[in-house]
C-alpha cells in the first residue's frame, strides 16, 4: 500500500468522524459519531429482562443476535417516553458489542467542522458532562454531542464487560 493511499484513508477517516447522526429526545438534539451506527430500525416490542435497570427496557433478536436495548430518555431522566411512529431504534457497534438505543426521533446526518464544536458546559444536569464531547452549533440548531462510546461501556450501563471497554 502506498504512502498517499494511507494518507487518503487518514484524511477520511478524520473527516468522518466529524459526521454525526443527530436524534431527539424530548425538546433537546443529540448527535452520536456516524462511525458508531450500525443501522436505524423502526422500534420494536422488547423482551423485558428481569432485575434490569428502568432504562434499560430489555433485549431484541436482531437477525440472531441478541441485543440490548436502552431508552435513552429513561437514561437521561426525561419524561416517560411516547413510543410513536417516529420512535426508534438506532443500533450501536460500542465496544466490540451491538447495542440499541430508543430515541424519540432521527434528525439527519451533520457534518461539523472546527467552528462549529464548542467544550462542554457545566450543565448540572442529568447528563453527566463526561459522557459529552461538547456540542454543535448548525446555524440556529445546538446539538448535544454524546461520547456514546464512553456512555455504552460506563459501569453505571453495566452493557459493556470492563475487560472489553479498556
Known amino acids: 500500500m502506498s504512502t498517499d493511499t494511507q494518507l487518503d484513508a487518514e484524511t477520511a477517516a478524520a ?3 466529524h459526521e454525526y447522526l ?3 429526545l ?3 438534539e443529540y448527535g452520536v459519531d456516524i462511525l458508531k451506527v450500525q443501522e436505524i430500525r423502526g422500534y420494536d416490542q422488547v423482551t423485558r429482562l428481569p432485575g434490569a435497570p428502568d432504562f434499560v427496557k430489555g433485549a431484541v433478536n436482531l437477525r440472531g443476535l441478541i441485543v440490548p436495548v436502552v431508552d435513552m430518555r429513561l437514561k437521561f431522566g426525561l419524561s416517560q417516553a411516547r413510543y410513536d ?3 426508534v431504534m438506532v443500533i450501536l457497534a460500542v465496544a466490540g458489542r451491538t447495542i440499541g438505543v430508543v430515541v424519540d426521533a432521527v434528525s439527519d446526518v451533520i457534518r461539523l467542522d472546527a467552528a462549529q464544536l464548542r467544550g462542554v458546559p457545566d450543565l448540572g444536569s442529568a447528563i453527566d458532562r463526561k459522557f459529552l464531547t461538547g456540542l454543535g452549533v448548525v446555524d ?3 446539538l448535544i454531542l454524546l ?3 464512553r456512555l455504552m461501556t460506563s459501569e453505571e450501563m453495566g452493557l459493556v464487560d470492563r475487560a472489553l471497554a479498556a
Do not use: K, S
Request: net charge negative.
Open 26 to 28: 424530548g425538546d433537546e
Open 15 to 17: 473527516v468522518a468522524a
Open 140 to 142: 440556529e440548531r445546538m
Open 22 to 24: 443527530t436524534f431527539t
Open 85 to 87: 411512529e417516529t420512535t
Open 147 to 149: 461520547d456514546i462510546e
